[in-house]
């Protein structure tokens, strides 16, 4: 067996010959001619001259062997629906998905945002963009019409799939009013609006534009729509984070290049054998769900499981009745989950039969050493950590259990991954940190491997100047995180160097969310920042000027005002976005020239010293939340 260090070398010394390698791993109609197109830095192309298809690797392809095997399996402990798709079932399901887009007018390189819950059409849907060539766009469906009508606007989708609603926790979500409030608010309007119709709320359909998905569905039943063969360099998908700005980025995706990350990654990190269950807890709307929900978890051949519910409900066994139920053989999750059962009895995990589970897989924040160690007593695999972003696609920094069994080290994700050039750099001169234990930005060298972003949707200035040049005369690409390498090559990530918030895995941009409380009318100036919790990772606090100071002159003021800016958030972005508290001040602290101060203000809710302050205007503003705080 080949040592990791060695196929790490060979990945970052010969990308070509490593990468021609991974490329087998997946179906071409058309062999790429060109492994790795670096003419244009720091747009790296990957397999030039390849075709092949996402939804042909994800689902067609194993028809010969196991169409008769289970490929999609959906629970909900909402609705109490669990049905079981083979891959033969899941193939006429996505050609029937494929034949209603194509009969609503979409064709390769059309847009089609998905707005939707846990549901099989949400799958049905992406596989079926995937299979005509159009670009997929998901929109996580717990945000609300703002950040719906934002990301409709910028995507400028011909169609948009929903449905009614979603339920969390036994509450339903209507998606409808949601939707059509975003569809209203955006400058772009989708020719038409195909709705997934689950019966738990109103649809009130506009005629013309709104389709039902059952409806039209019998118009095309036992309709043949074979792939469509797509340049490796094709789009597949755009997915939108958040940043330093309000404005979300559209992450662009190629075709062949992330069918071939996720094979290779489905086979040296995630122990994915054909045959095997997958389940992955996270949603269609992040990227993880994209990655290890849908295309990775089914282009490796095995069923994957779509989720709808929480990790507690009916109780905080849930979980574990599937691994047995399923015989998941891996399991992909984030430490927030983690730490909501952690509350409970670790009586109702281990009153199943895990012994079907190899591994448990967490990311999207920092999983702290308390955390990993009680699950990881608790289940008794492997606890595999792994660092990674949207832009990424995959993960950057774990271990490669696939290719060589390595002891994890709790607190730390692991060492680079095959084809992630990782170095860590000084903030501001750019000098790479080379001495053990020296913290600085995770920065990463060109070539970017496969799977990594193209580009940002229709903005390839953003692209370059966001993450490229955030370090002045410096090519790398930055992940906007702090962190440090140990003397045995191990990272250990430390947080954004931005605006950006981890809420109990969801990547949240205060800029957003600051965005949509200046929207109330009493709202005079507002600055949001992440402060640590111990259930969700992060949590956004807000400290706000209101404009008049009579409105919370006294407690009753302040509750109705905080009251109303939570709910305006709601409204406009998501409860997810909503802050955990909305603080009153008379003013906030900012440099003399007038930036806001959010690295003061985070140290001083976490309790730790602001650090440098030489160049605040007015020092009270601090000392004001220091002591509103201790009161
Ligand atoms: O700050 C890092 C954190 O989540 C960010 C990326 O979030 P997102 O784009 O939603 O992609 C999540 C894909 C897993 C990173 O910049 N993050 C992600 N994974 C970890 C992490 N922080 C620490 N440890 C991790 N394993």
Redesign the pocket.
């Known amino acids: 067996m080949t040592t990791y260090e060695a196929f790490y070398r060979q990945s970052v010394d010969q990308p070509d010959a490593f990468w021609a390698e991974q490329a087998k791993l997946i179906d071409w109609q058309t062999p790429p001619t060109r492994m790795c197109d670096n003419d244009h830095p720091p747009f790296t192309r990957w397999f030039g001259g390849g075709r092949t298809n996402l939804c042909h690797n994800a689902v067609d392809r194993h028809l010969k062997d196991r169409g008769q095997q289970p490929a999609l399996i959906h629970v909900s402990t909402e609705t109490g629906a669990e049905e079981t798709y083979t891959f033969a079932q899941l193939h006429e399901q996505v050609q029937l998905a494929a034949a209603m887009l194509r009969g609503l007018g979409v064709g390769k390189g059309d847009r089609v945002l998905i707005y939707m819950p846990m549901i099989p059409q949400a799958v049905f849907a992406m596989l079926a963009c995937a299979r005509i060539g159009a670009i997929h766009s998901v929109v996580f469906g717990g945000f609300a019409s703002v950040s719906l009508a934002s990301r409709i606007e910028d995507a400028a989708p011909r169609l948009i799939v929903s449905a009614d609603a979603g339920s969390r926790g036994g509450k339903v979500v209507a998606y409808k009013p949601l939707l059509d409030e975003a569809i209203y608010l955006s400058a772009h309007k989708p020719e038409a609006v195909l709705m997934v119709d689950r019966r738990m709320a109103p649809l009130d359909p506009a005629p013309g534009r709104d389709w039902d998905w059952d409806a039209l569905a019998l118009r095309h039943q036992g309709e043949v729509v074979p792939c469509e063969w797509l340049d490796s360099n094709d789009i597949s998908y755009t997915m939108y984070?958040s940043g330093t700005t309000g404005q979300p980025k559209g992450v662009q995706r190629d075709v062949g290049g992330y069918a071939v990350a996720l094979a290779a990654s489905m086979k040296h990190i995630m122990q994915g054998e054909a045959g095997g269950t997958y389940f992955c807890t996270s949603d269609i709307g992040?990227?993880?769900g994209h990655s290890y929900i849908v295309y990775g978890p089914l282009i490796a051949g095995m069923a994957t499981i779509l989720y709808e519910g929480l990790p507690i409900r009916p109780d905080a066994g849930v979980w574990w009745s599937l691994v047995e139920k399923f015989k998941v053989s891996a399991m992909f999750s984030a430490p927030t989950a983690v730490r909501v059962l952690k509350k409970h009895d670790q009586a109702l995990m281990k009153k199943y039969d895990l012994s079907s589970l190899k591994a448990l897989y967490l990311?999207?924040?920092?999983?702290d050493a308390p955390t990993a160690r009680w699950i990881s007593d608790a289940l008794g695999v492997p606890i595999i950590?792994?660092?990674?972003?949207?832009e990424t696609g995959w993960p950057i920094l774990t271990i490669a259990n696939g290719v060589e069994r390595k002891a994890s080290k709790f607190g730390s994700?692991g060492v680079p991954m095959y084809g992630w050039k990782v170095k860590i750099v000084h903030e501001t001169t750019g000098q790479e940190l080379t001495e053990p234990n020296q913290k600085g930005v995770v920065m990463i060298d060109l070539p970017t491997p496969p799977g990594f972003m193209q580009t940002i949707w229709r903005d390839d200035a953003r692209f370059v100047k966001t993450y490229w040049e955030s370090i002045p005369g410096k090519t790398a690409y930055s992940?906007?995180?702090w962190g440090i390498r140990d003397a045995d090559g191990y990272y250990y990530?430390l947080g954004?160097t931005d605006d950006v918030i981890?809420v109990a895995g969801h990547?949240l941009g205060t800029r957003e969310i600051e965005e949509s409380i200046s929207s109330h009318a009493g709202v005079a100036e507002v600055a949001v920042v992440g402060v640590a919790d111990t259930l969700k990772g992060q949590v956004a606090m807000a400290f706000v000027v209101p404009r008049h100071a009579a409105d919370v002159a006294d407690d009753a003021g302040q509750f109705k005002l905080e009251g109303e800016i939570m709910k305006a958030v709601d409204s406009q972005l998501g409860a997810v976005a909503r802050p955990s508290r909305v603080r009153f001040v008379t003013a906030l602290p900012k440099t003399r020239s007038g930036k806001l101060l959010r690295r003061a203000i985070q140290a001083v809710c976490e309790g730790r010293d602001p650090g440098d302050l030489t160049t605040i205007e007015d020092p009270t503003a601090l000392q004001q939340i220091k002591e509103l705080l201790a009161g």
């Open positions: 984070t992040w990227v993880v990311a999207g924040e920092p999983l950590d792994n660092y990674w972003q949207t994700p992940t906007f995180d990530i954004r981890n990547r």
